[in-house]
């Protein structure tokens, strides 16, 4: 069992930065890591991912060129740099772990997640 707790959410004004972080309970150095983010009344939606050890990373469209996701696998940890934030970047980010395995981008393929953090970001 993985359990992931994640830190970092904040308000922000548009154009700024945050830094996202997401620790688990054991070792996910093989685990693909992903963040989700959830609007009010909107799905979850798939913002970025990293697989492998050394950290393949894919991104939503709307989020490419801003955001970076990386991990630490010595801290079991891993991060999402979000830079020039914009108003609709605001949602509660979650993070989410999947064994090793077919690389997924919908949240129901992700069996393990945290309990969210709420990111603001006003205009």
Known sequence: QV?????????????????LSCTASGRISTYAMAWFRQAP?????????CTGMICSAFYAHSVEGRFTISRDNNKNTVYLQMNSLKAEDT??????????????????????????????VSS
């Open 3 to 19: 359990q992931l707790v994640e830190y970092g959410g904040g308000l922000v004004q548009a154009g700024g930065s945050l830094r």
């Open 41 to 49: 009344g909107k799905e979850r939606d798939f913002v970025a991912a």
């Open 91 to 120: 949602a509660v980010y979650y993070c989410a772990a999947d064994p090793p395995g077919p690389f997924h981008t919908t949240a129901r393929d992700y069996p393990y997640w945290g309990q969210g953090t709420q990111v603001t």
